[in-house]
């Protein structure tokens, strides 16, 4: 069964430093998201994306954040400058032409 | 008012018991419902979707109460295997983010 993936699966980093979060989505699925969830909370969503743009973002979504998709596999999250209050569990997710998103593994990302 | 809420629990239920997880919604114009499943430091996975009509997968049975902006889960014979949060999820007509409740702890014993 085709799966998202995601890399790495943990990523340890100092403040300040810039991060890059991959993701493969399901190969012919054409709609593209990042969440987050902070240990001990609820799943957020970040932003969606389709059509080499973003379709929305919410407001932790600020400037500091960035999504590209480089080729025709990759999705990408980019933290340009991370803070503590980034370490979360981050996931990528994907959908086809039906409403369910289907979630990467995810990658367990911690600021010191 | 959070636009989704859960009781968190944990309910903790011997095996073959049946337990029930309610959710509410504060978006009426909210479109589409689900219940996804998230074991501990794992991705949430879809569960099922949450039709008008109620519906039925095996031995878990979901509802959707338009009116009253309410979602039900209903697991039967639970399994130990059930053990898992259980998030209530839903997402609007302006948009497909998917915003999700804080989740429901199940813990099955033996």
């Known amino acids: 069964e085709p799966e998202v993936t995601q890399t790495p699966s943990h990523q340890v980093t100092q403040m300040g430093q810039e991060v890059i979060l991959r993701c493969v989505p399901i190969?012919?699925?054409?709609?593209f998201y990042w969440y987050r969830q902070i240990l001990g909370q609820k799943v957020e969503f970040l932003v969606s994306?389709?059509?080499?743009?973003?379709?929305?973002k919410s407001e932790i979504f600020d400037d500091q954040f960035s999504v590209e998709r480089p080729d025709g596999s990759n999705f990408t999250l980019k933290i340009r400058s991370t803070k503590l209050e980034d370490s979360a569990m981050y996931f990528c997710?994907?959908?086809?032409?039906?409403?369910?998103?289907?979630f990467g593994p995810g990658t367990r990302l911690l600021v010191l | 008012r959070k636009e989704v809420e859960q009781d968190p629990g944990p309910f903790n239920v011997p095996e073959g018991a049946t337990v029930a997880f309610n959710c509410t919604y504060s978006?009426?114009?909210?479109?589409?419902f689900f219940w996804y499943r998230q074991d501990c430091r794992k991705e949430p996975k879809l569960l099922m979707s949450?039709?008008?009509s109620g519906n039925e997968d095996g031995r878990f049975t979901a509802q959707l109460n338009r009116a009253s902006q309410y979602i039900s889960l209903l697991i039967r014979d639970s399994k130990l295997s059930d053990s898992a949060t259980y998030l209530c999820?839903?997402?609007?007509?302006?948009?497909?983010?998917?915003?999700f409740g804080t989740g429901t702890r199940l813990q099955v014993f033996p």
């Open positions: 997710a994907s959908r086809g032409s039906g409403e369910t998103q289907y």
């Open positions: 190969s012919n699925h054409l709609y």
């Open positions: 994306f389709y059509n080499n743009e973003i379709s929305e």
């Open positions: 978006n009426s114009a909210s479109q589409s």
């Open positions: 949450v039709y008008s």
């Open positions: 999820v839903v997402t609007s007509r302006s948009t497909d983010k998917l915003i």
